[in-house]
Each structure stands twice: as structure tokens, then as C-alpha cells.
């Protein structure tokens, strides 16, 4: 992001081939945009088709920010936007209409993503770039340009949209602050930029009472912060092949590198707040586990090289990548039990995960995912790889310890669901426009 208005005047002058941005950008004038069109979301930008105008009901007609779909790596974020928005589309309370900036095909990542398709999607004329530089510079183009009248906006996580009626907005973690490796120099100075434009929300959501005492230690109003759990399983749901195939594709990988008993598993996008080299390092350090596997499946993210920090296992580490979600699942399924010492999770969804798959659980003391597990799973210090291996040890050592668990662990995961997060969620939204009203 530039650090200057100047900057963005500049580039918004010379690429943006239409006359009214211009002639705002010159004039500083604040001019209503046109969308670029109106649409339902069918599989694909080119075969989608025009939505009619909404009729006037008695429902919340809420805007809500879809734009996650199109990042490189979506990540655990993307996925609670979606299956968020899938909840809310099915309530008889909320007419949702999802925008975003001009994409081509959308990313499908490590999981899919792809909006139910019984929400409108808009896209505004402008490319992500000039979309988040104008909102966070300009204040244009207001949403309500774009979709017409609405009665809220929800900025699901990341950019905040520029908007005259009542904003909610989601701040998932503040990783960059409390460890400022986590990101690179021009990710910190964009969520910095995010962070100061959603202190205009009415209401802030955040899913963890961690990530509500970071905002409340960089200033967020007390009154303004509100607790939304993610959730687990529901929504839509594999076809019995895919899922039969993702087990077969399972069992073949751990046959070709010979995998027959124990393995740990992590899940993630591969970046420095993850942990992986203090996994890697805990390995060795597992109590009579010298030959146990560790099975890493996710993404590349940055700044962090999957192959390279897993190097000093040799044929222990086995690395997967990208899967879909049904492999993600049967992955689970298989493990013997996860691990994920993250430094900072906002929330840490494969934690929920893997309990709801009936797998043991070994994660981050003082974290986010702590406070997820809430005592169904093993914590250890994510900064002593000692303690790591002493809690991996321990579950594939004690076969009645893994038992108990595993069934914690189902108990627990079966306290959130995303009907529970929309529910939540269209609480904030009442509080948000009694706020705003008053």
C-alpha cells in the first residue's frame, strides 16, 4: 500500500481507463460509482447471470464482503467468511448480497470456498488494488453504489468497504503485532491500514477472547468488541464418493511412503507463526517415537519453506500440499493424533477440526487454539520444542489418553456449529444498528 494519498492519486489517475474516478481523483470530489454489474454466483465469472432487484422485505438486507475468495492461499479466514455467509443465507432473517472487487476465476486454495449459490454477488468496476486503495484513501466507492440501499455492512474480514450506513467489521488476530516476523513489512503496513479503518465500526466481531483482549490492548472501544465462535461441520457436505475417494487417496499416500502405524499431522498454510520448525525439532524429541512420521498438509504460504524445514526427518517427513477439503477431512480421519504449536492463531479452526473427526489434539498453551480446545486436547509451550514432543509422546504412548481425547474432543467440537455463528452474528448486527440509531 502506498504510504502517501499522493501515491494512490498518481496511480489511480493513469489506471483507471473511466472518466468519473478520474475526475475525482483530480477534483477530490466524492462521486457515487456504478457497479460494474449485478450477478448470482453460478461456478464462474463469465456464465454468471443478472440478478433481479431485491423487493422491499422485512428482512436485514446486509452486504456482505465475499473478497477472501479470491486470495491466493483463502486459509482458515476464507473459510469462516463462507461457511458464515452460508449460514446466514439459510436464515429466514437476512436477504445477504455478497460484493467483491473485479476478479477473474476465483482461487480455490486448500479448500473450496465457493459462495452458496443462493447469495447475489455484485462486483465493483475496480481490480482489489485501486478497490482497497480507494476505500482506505477516498471513502469511495461507498457500497451502497454498488448494490443499491442495504441496512448493514459487513466487512468479514481484512478491507474495510467505505459505507454511509452501519459497519460491522471481523478482525480475526493481530498476529503481525504480537509477532511482527508473522508478516512482511508491506503486509503490516495493509493490516495496519485495515485495523484503523474498521475502528469506524459499529461493532467489531472476533472469533476468540484472545483476539477481543488484542484489540482492546490497541485501543478498540470495550463496548464496540463482541465474542463470534467460529463453528464446525454442518453447511454443505461431501458427496459419499468424494469422500470415499479422498480416503482411498489417504490410505494409497501413507502405503507409498510406507506409513503403516502412528503419524502426527499438522494442517496449515505454511508462514512463520505456524511453528513448523519447532515441530519438526519436537519430533526428536518424542519419548520412544524416533521413527513416528509427520504428515504436513496445506498451502505454501511465505517466508517458510515446507521442504526445507522439514529436511532434518528425511523420509520421517512426508509433505502433501494443497488437498481438497474431502482430503483434508480424510486426513484427519486418518491421524493419529494433530499438532499445532502455532505462536498466535486468532481462533485455530483445524484445532475444531480435528476434534470433530474424533482425533486427538496436541496444541499451543496461552493461545487462541487453547481457549478452543477448552481442555479436550493437550497444550504445550509453543516456543519449547521439549514440551511439544513430551505432549506428542504422551497421546501415542497411552492408548486410554488418546481414547479420552478423542471423546472430550467430539463433545466439545459439537458446542460449535455455524448455525451458532450466524445466530451470534446477527446479534452483533441488532447491537451494531441500535448503536448506530442511537
Request: proline share 8%; with cysteine.
Amino acid at each position: 500500500m502506498p504510504s502517501r494519498p499522493w501515491a494512490t492519486r498518481w496511480v489511480l489517475r493513469r489506471s483507471v481507463p473511466w472518466r468519473p474516478l478520474r475526475r475525482c481523483c483530480r477534483s477530490g470530489r466524492r462521486r457515487a460509482f456504478q457497479p460494474r454489474s449485478r450477478r448470482r454466483w453460478t461456478g464462474g465469472g463469465p456464465t454468471a447471470r443478472r440478478v433481479p432487484e431485491q423487493p422491499v422485505t422485512g428482512r436485514l438486507r446486509v452486504a456482505y464482503l465475499l473478497e477472501q475468495l479470491w486470495h491466493r492461499v483463502p486459509g482458515g479466514t476464507a473459510v469462516a467468511a463462507f461457511r458464515t455467509a452460508e449460514a446466514l443465507a439459510a436464515r429466514d432473517d437476512v436477504d445477504l448480497v455478497g460484493f467483491t472487487a473485479r476478479h477473474g476465476e476465483p482461487s480455490t486454495g486448500d479448500v473450496s470456498v465457493v459462495p452458496p449459490a443462493d447469495i447475489s454477488l455484485v462486483a465493483s468496476r475496480l481490480p482489489r488494488a485501486l478497490l482497497y486503495e480507494s476505500w482506505h484513501w477516498f471513502a469511495r466507492p461507498r457500497v451502497e453504489a454498488l448494490i443499491g440501499e442495504v441496512d448493514l455492512v459487513h466487512a468479514s474480514g481484512g478491507a474495510v468497504p467505505a459505507t454511509r450506513r452501519p459497519l460491522v467489521a471481523t478482525v480475526h488476530d493481530l498476529a503481525w503485532r504480537r509477532h511482527p516476523e508473522a508478516a512482511t513489512p508491506r503486509g503490516r503496513r495493509l493490516f495496519e491500514a485495515w485495523l484503523a479503518d474498521a475502528r469506524r465500526a459499529e461493532a467489531v466481531a472476533c472469533p476468540s477472547e484472545a483476539t477481543r483482549l488484542d484489540l482492546a490492548d490497541a485501543g478498540f472501544d470495550e463496548g464496540r468488541l463482541h465474542i463470534v465462535p467460529l463453528g464446525v461441520g454442518g453447511g454443505r457436505t461431501h458427496p459419499v464418493e468424494d469422500l470415499d475417494a479422498a480416503r482411498a487417496n489417504v490410505a494409497a499416500c501413507l502405503r507409498r511412503h510406507g506409513v503403516d502405524g502412528p503419524f502426527v499431522l499438522w494442517v496449515g498454510t505454511v508462514e512463520p507463526r505456524k511453528n513448523l520448525p519447532g515441530l519438526v525439532a519436537a519430533m526428536d524429541r518424542i519419548p520412544d517415537g524416533g521413527s513416528v512420521p509427520l504428515v504436513l498438509v496445506g498451502p505454501a504460504g511465505w517466508e517458510a519453506d515446507a521442504r526445507r524445514i522439514a529436511e532434518p526427518l528425511g523420509d520421517r517427513a512426508i509433505l502433501v500440499g494443497s488437498v481438497s477439503e474431502a482430503e483434508r477431512d480424510a486426513w484427519l480421519e486418518a491421524a493419529t493424533v494433530l499438532c499445532l504449536p502455532s505462536l498466535h492463531e486468532g481462533f485455530g479452526l483445524p484445532v475444531l477440526e480435528a476434534m470433530a473427526a474424533g482425533t486427538p489434539v496436541v496444541t499451543s498453551s496461552g493461545t487462541a487454539t487453547e481457549e478452543v480446545a477448552g481442555g479436550a486436547a493437550l497444550v504445550a509451550d509453543p516456543a519449547a520444542p521439549g514440551s511439544i514432543g513430551e505432549a506428542l509422546g504422551a497421546v501415542l504412548a497411552d492408548e486410554d489418553l488418546a481414547s479420552r481425547l478423542a471423546e472430550t474432543g467430539l463433545e466439545r467440537a459439537a458446542t460449535f456449529t455455524w448455525e451458532a455463528t450466524a445466530e451470534a452474528t446477527v446479534a452483533v448486527y441488532h447491537k451494531a444498528m441500535a448503536r448506530w440509531g442511537g
